[in-house]
């Protein structure tokens, strides 16, 4: 009994691991750019596939993951530098950014259907003898994911507290007018964003389908539902928050599946997000006192 | 000819089961300003509840579709049924969603509670049949006995009529989140529009 909730509350950090990179890469954007970009799963996706196709031509996995991440950056970039900020310019608000962002997700997943011609291919990559830990036993994916997340969160957090750019883009995420007043660079700030947060997209997208084996078109999007509900729970801008926010939601996802109904376990991760806004909506909903949309 | 007649009535079907959704997202985010994104939830729940109603008892494992509930109720029984089921999912899912918050960030909770309604469906088999969905859902207009194209165009100016019924729950919002309105935009930054279809408060 105890070691079923031993082995649920293990998967749940496996699966908390890889909400958690996605979710920090969509909380750093969000909290900076204020768009609530749903084409994040989308993006995800092309991660994934990149490292795919690295994998299909025979490069190593770890480069997979490289290369997920550099297509990640590339393709957030060309998304929120090149479209998303015309949009803004031209006085785009808000939620109507918000309806862009799931008409190019959209877009990225129905090319991804028609490219892939709707497969779900395998990949199975990094695969080894499961490691017996006590009573858990867990794949040597499952530790290479959860280091992997480990790993991106401790990086994130010195590089926003102790770089330069990192204190940069804490002080426009928090005042863009007053960041700018103080001689801040907006403009690096808000590419570098991009470039970090699809990196981190990209490489969420890579840690996925290396844990769940297999990838397909709608790989990302489905992820995002939770990937969002992470990052607002989390409150916007906080990686620290996201991390927290994804672990509880990987743990009860993971016990609720291991007690009951598989099919409800996503239902239930999300459920905290609901008890949250009704228990105490203030510690969610006050984060979005600034409604304007910081692009350049 | 009759190619035609089938391909028209199908149209009108369509578009007067399109205009009835349509009246709902507009009194949601015309009047009151909601962003839902999960309308087609409330939809796809209606219409499962009407098949739950009327496929008579469900046959368990093995049979060719499971569903839970499984009745045999005459319609407008089921319909009924649909629209008041809709309208309790709509107050459980507004205990969470309608808080004041950011507007994006009430789109993507209602976004969020689609994926979820999705994935709950496709995956719990037994409640509604999962992603084959349920057929053979005896036809509203069955007890007059009509011929294939008969019934499309039979159906067709039924639920074109259905939209009469909702003319008066439009009017009946429009006074209610009229005088709502007022009180809200007391307490928010932007200003009231007076174009409520195309601008929300």
């Given amino acids: ?296 | 000819m009759s190619a035609w007649s089938f391909y028209i009535s199908t149209l009108v079907v369509y578009f007067a089961v399109d205009l009835l959704s349509g009246v709902a997202i507009n009194v949601q985010y015309g009047y009151a300003g909601v962003v839902n994104l999960a309308l087609i939830v409330f939809q796809s729940f209606g219409a499962y509840i009407a098949a739950a109603t009327t496929l008579g008892p469900g046959t368990g494992a093995g049979a060719f579709q499971q569903y839970i509930f499984g009745a045999n109720l005459p319609y407008p029984i089921p319909l009924l049924l649909a629209t008041l089921g809709g309208a309790a999912l709509a107050a459980v899912v507004g205990l969470f969603s309608l808080r004041r918050m950011r507007r994006d960030y009430q789109g993507a909770v209602l976004l969020i509670v689609s994926l979820i309604a999705l994935q709950v469906v496709t995956g719990d088999v037994p409640l509604f049949n999962g992603s084959n969905g349920l057929t053979g859902v005896p036809k509203p207009l069955g007890w007059l006995n009509l011929g294939l194209q008969s019934y499309q165009w039979a159906y067709a100016v039924w639920s074109s009529s259905s939209q009469a019924l909702s003319t008066p729950v439009s009017a009946t919002s429009r006074g209610l989140t009229g005088a709502a309105r007022c009180g809200r935009c007391a307490t928010r930054r932007t200003p009231p529009s007076r174009s409520v279809s195309t601008r929300p408060c």
């Avoid at chain 1, 310019?89 to 709707?118: C, H, P």
């Fill in chain 1, 1 to 296: 009994m105890l070691d079923t909730l031993l082995s649920a509350v293990v998967f749940g950090v496996v699966l908390a691991s890889i909400i958690a990179i996605a979710a920090m890469g969509f909380t750093i954007q969000f909290g900076l750019t204020n768009v609530l970009n749903l084409a994040y799963g989308g993006v995800m996706t092309i991660g994934g596939y990149a490292a795919y196709l690295a994998v299909a031509h025979g490069i190593s996995a770890w480069y997979g993951l490289v290369l997920g991440a550099v297509a990640g950056s590339v393709v957030m970039l060309a998304v929120g530098h090149g479209l998303l900020r015309r949009f803004a310019t031209r006085g785009t608000k808000v939620f109507e950014m918000m309806m862009v962002t799931l008409g190019l997700g959209l877009v990225i997943d129905y090319s991804l259907q028609a490219i892939s011609r709707n497969n779900i291919s395998q990949f199975t990559v990094l695969q080894s003898a499961p490691l017996h830990l006590g009573p858990v036993t867990v794949t040597p994916t499952q530790v290479i994911v959860t280091a992997i997340g480990l790993a991106i969160f401790l990086g994130l957090e010195a590089l926003l507290r102790m770089t330069r750019i990192g204190k940069a883009l804490r002080a426009m995420a928090a005042d863009p007018s007053l960041a700018r007043a103080c001689g801040i660079k907006t403009r690096r700030i808000v590419i570098f964003t991009w470039l970090l947060s699809g990196a981190l997209c990209g490489l969420a997208g890579v840690v996925y389908i290396i844990n769940s084996q297999s990838i397909g078109y709608s790989t990302g999007e489905l992820f995002l539902s939770l990937v969002i509900a992470a990052a607002i729970l989390g409150g916007a801008g906080s990686p620290a928050g996201a991390v927290l926010a994804a672990l509880l939601m990987g743990i009860v996802t993971q016990v609720v599946s291991a007690y009951g109904n598989a099919s409800y376990s996503t239902a239930a991760g999300f459920g905290i997000l609901v008890v949250v806004l009704l228990s105490r909506p203030s510690a969610v909903l006050t984060k979005g006192a600034n409604e304007e949309l910081a692009l350049s």
